[in-house]
């Protein structure tokens, strides 16, 4: 097991850390429909309480938080832990959200593109332009699954557009330290898929059979891909689910290594602290945020490291 620092705990299922300047990490509770401050001391404070099910978030160029709601889930405790299910009776639809950090307003960009509802808004990241590719995973209800897909969109509501679908379950969502590639974490088969970008929200789509992109890999213990971060060398770092820990992927996929953590539901990583070498790593199913030296620098993120 790695040797980490437990930041904080008692947190209702965190995702979507962000490593802010002031030491503090911005994390969702998508169990209780918050976004929190979690300080160093462990300190947890109220941001604003969307509810539904916030999930991926990402500081834009207006210094706000954007937030992909995914609706909402049903969880279930099991031995102590908070397991995540299906789509809930009181699912309040799929959006992102601009939250103000100073008053906490929450204000609605998106629900739908091209008249498509989305369905599960799960992880975000925004370009140098100002513009964000978020990922849907798209919802579950028992026997029937939605289909995800990767999306691109600007902060001012004005534009939306489907870029790759579907990814079954498309999960983490990551850029290229040169962003000429954007990298979506599938999660119910664990693998990584690599798209070049060829334009505002599009990508290369590859010849022969339909798939989403370029296969970075796939790991080969069974396991289940959430969501991810890049290093400042361009190593995508992944949250894997089952096969606790983050996986980490070469850009051209011929390596593949893991960092073990001891939460089935290891969830999200981010980097922030001195020289961004500090690896913040949410323990989901446990309620934990916690910290680690990480192994090299991470990418500094538009908007909050630059």
């Given at each position: 097991m790695s040797n980490y620092t437990v930041i904080t705990d008692g947190l209702l299922?965190?995702?979507?850390?962000?490593?802010?300047?002031?030491?503090?990490?911005i994390v969702v509770e998508i169990a209780a429909g918050r976004l929190t401050r979690v300080h160093p001391?462990?300190?947890?404070?109220?941001?604003?309480?969307?509810?539904?099910g916030p999930n991926g978030a990402a500081i834009g160029p207006d210094g706000a938080c954007y937030v992909c709601n995914n609706g909402g889930m049903q969880f279930h405790e099991k031995d102590g832990l908070?397991?995540?299910?299906?789509?809930?009776?009181?699912?309040?639809?799929?959006?992102?959200?601009?939250?103000?950090?100073?008053?906490?307003?929450?204000?609605?960009?998106?629900t739908e593109v091209n008249g498509?509802?989305?369905?599960?808004?799960?992880?975000?990241?925004?370009?140098?332009?100002?513009?964000?590719?978020?990922?849907?995973?798209?919802?579950?209800?028992?026997?029937?699954?939605d289909r995800g897909g990767l999306y691109y969109a600007r902060i001012d509501g004005s534009f939306i557009r489907e870029a790759v679908f579907p990814i079954p379950t498309a999960n983490g969502v990551g850029l290229s330290p040169d962003e000429k590639t954007v990298y979506?974490?599938?999660?119910?088969?664990?693998?990584?898929?690599?798209?070049?970008?060829?334009?505002?929200?599009?990508?290369?789509?590859?010849?022969?059979?339909?798939?989403?992109?370029?296969?970075?890999?796939?790991?080969?213990?069974?396991?289940?891909?959430?969501?991810?971060a890049v290093d400042a060398d361009g190593n995508i770092c992944v949250a894997t689910i089952y096969h606790s820990g983050i996986t980490i992927f070469s850009p051209d996929g011929a390596s593949i290594r893991h960092v073990p953590t001891d939460d089935l539901v290891t969830t999200n990583i981010c980097f922030g602290g001195a020289d961004l070498r500090t690896a913040y790593i949410t323990l989901?199913?446990?309620?934990?945020?916690?910290?680690?030296?990480?192994?090299?620098?991470?990418?500094?993120?538009?908007f909050l490291n630059v």
């Open positions: 299922f965190p995702e979507g850390p962000i490593a802010m300047p002031d030491g503090t990490v001391d462990g300190r947890k404070e109220t941001i604003a309480e969307p509810g539904g908070l397991l995540p299910g299906d789509m809930p009776e009181d699912y309040s639809g799929g959006r992102i959200e601009r939250i103000d950090l100073e008053t906490g307003k929450v204000e609605v960009l998106y498509e509802p989305l369905k599960g808004p799960n992880d975000i990241v925004f370009d140098r332009q100002g513009g964000f590719w978020f990922t849907d995973l798209g919802k579950g209800r028992g026997r029937s699954q979506v974490a599938d999660t119910l088969p664990g693998r990584l898929w690599a798209m070049d970008i060829i334009g505002e929200g599009e990508v290369a789509r590859p010849p022969g059979p339909r798939r989403p992109g370029r296969l970075v890999g796939q790991p080969s213990e069974f396991c289940y891909f959430d969501s991810l989901s199913s446990a309620g934990k945020l916690v910290s680690m030296p990480w192994e090299r620098p991470g990418l500094p993120l538009n």
